[in-house]
């Protein structure tokens, strides 16, 4: 019995890692592995049948095809990202990541595609006549005394913590694994508003009882992400970017899923 | 979101999360399994072993018992993995941190059920002109295993649990799937409930199994209380 049970262990796990030595064998093009926070729509996120979908990844799946390599977009955990790069089992990040000095420090960034600010999230209540009205407004959103939500790890949260907290206004932060959670604790009410990204907000809100009061003219800029020193992905991404931005795709991804609702 | 639509969604999310359920089961079938080989050894150690082993094996256990299971997965996937040469799979890195860790947990249920025991069968196979390893691999162990077998259902079902954690490296399972869904549909409640659903089949189809390995295992002359108690 023991040994029936040992044998039966012990082949599974055999036969697991043998698949996983071949899934690795290397095709013809270079293959780079791009890994997304996989909960950031419109950038990035995964559809209804299981293949990421998103302005970054229709990007990136261009530029592979322009440059000539293979590209495997990965879902991987926003906190771990930068990590599991620098470890490299992925090779770049596209997936609406700001440039900031302090990312700077860990990881190289391809020039400039996009540009965004920050919205405030409130929620929206029903005043006597029946119509929806924001619970707060902008200035209100943030005053002391509130308790606002964000992605942790995102530039929403520093410019809170640099431009309120640690100018004095007594806000309290509330830090969520994914902006989607901010908002579904800022409809339960824990927290009076949610700060995020422009277009991701602007996601956010359809369908529920929230509104967009105000943005932070952050004037942030999105770049691509890889491992500091990698020259050959870099200049790949930044030619591929050069390219799609000179051509009429540009125009159709950005209306796609850029602009409008 | 109305209850014909959320109905729908979860029949064209499960295709899906089924999927996630396969790298799950996946998931636990290795990390116990390396557990077992593992915990076994160990727990003969911890039973038999000369007191030099003994202490090796007690630092094992104290450090594998001690260091949180997210904590461990961190250690293995980004700490091995920047050594120089050293590749590490998600998979695999999950596999060894939770593995070895269900090892040290198994090994105090094989503890436990070896010191079950009576020490009368050790003493009545040595009589027999048996050696202690043959008494221990032919009389001990196999009465040991099934009274480990409520212990390893209890590891079967935490360590279940425990899978949910592999996102945080990489590995794409139940849990992550439904975050997906989450994410495009914003369907929390929906979503995370069929989520929660099929841990819990996932849970009591393996506890299910390890009480069908119990009843093949019993041990005649031991009593009926065992039979009232799986509920």
């Known amino acids: ?261 | 979101m109305s209850f014909t639509d959320s109905l729908t969604l979860i029949v064209r999310s499960l295709p899906t999360l089924l999927q996630g359920a396969c790298i799950t089961m996946a998931l636990i079938a290795t990390c116990l399994g390396v557990g077992f080989f593992l915990g076994v050894p160990l727990a003969l150690v911890h039973v038999y072993g000369a007191s030099w082993c003994k202490w090796v094996a007690a630092i094992y256990d104290r450090i594998f018992r001690g260091f949180p299971a997210l904590v461990l997965l961190f250690l293995f996937y980004f700490g091995l993995g920047s050594i120089e040469g050293v590749s590490l799979s998600p998979f695999l890195a999950v596999v060894l941190a939770l593995g070895l860790r269900s090892a040290a947990y198994q090994a105090q249920i094989y503890r436990g059920s070896l010191l079950a025991v009576g020490e009368g069968q050790m003493a009545a196979a040595q009589s027999l002109g048996m050696s202690k390893p043959q008494a221990i691999w032919s009389v001990l162990l196999p009465q040991a295993l099934h009274f480990s077998l409520p212990g390893l259902a209890n590891e079967y079902s935490i360590v279940l649990k425990d899978t949910a954690l592999a996102f945080a490296v990489g590995v794409i399972e139940l849990l992550s799937r439904g975050k997906f869904i989450v994410a495009r549909t914003y369907a929390t409640m929906t979503i995370y409930l069929t989520v929660a659903a099929i841990y819990l089949i996932l849970t009591y189809l393996g506890v299910l199994v390890f009480w069908m390995m119990e009843r093949r295992t019993s041990i005649p002359g031991l009593g009926d209380r065992a039979k009232e108690s799986r509920r």
């Open chain 1, 1 to 261: 019995m023991f040994i029936r049970v040992s044998v039966r262990f012990g082949v599974a796990l055999c036969l697991l890692l043998t698949s996983f030595a071949l899934l690795s064998v290397a095709g013809e093009k270079p293959l780079y592995v791009d890994g997304i926070d996989a909960a950031f729509p419109p950038f990035s996120y995964i559809d209804e049948n299981g293949d990421p979908a998103g302005f970054d990844v229709e990007v990136v799946q261009w530029i592979a095809g322009e440059m000539g390599f293979e590209v495997k977009i990965v879902p991987i955990d926003w906190d771990a990202i930068i990590p599991t790069l620098k470890v490299g089992n992925i090779d770049m990040i596209a997936s609406g990541m700001t440039i900031t000095q302090k990312r700077l420090e860990q990881v190289d960034f391809t020039d400039p595609y996009w540009s965004i600010d920050l919205a405030v999230i409130v929620r929206e209540e029903v005043d006597e006549e029946g119509e929806p009205v924001p619970q707060f407004n902008i200035f209100s959103a943030v005053a002391a005394g509130r308790t606002i939500g964000v992605q942790r790890g995102t530039t929403s949260q520093t410019w809170i913590e640099e431009n309120l907290i640690d100018e004095g206004v007594a806000v309290k932060l509330k830090l969520y694994d994914s902006f989607l959670l901010a908002v579904e604790d800022l409809l339960i009410g824990r927290v009076d508003a949610a700060v995020m990204d422009e277009p991701t907000a602007r996601s956010a809100i359809t369908n529920r009882d929230a509104t967009i009061v105000g943005t932070i003219s952050t004037g942030e800029i999105y770049g691509y992400a890889v491992r500091k020193g990698d020259e050959e992905l870099l200049s790949l991404l930044n030619d591929g970017l050069k390219r799609i931005k000179a051509s009429d795709e540009w125009a159709r991804l950005v209306e796609k899923w850029l602009i409008g609702d």
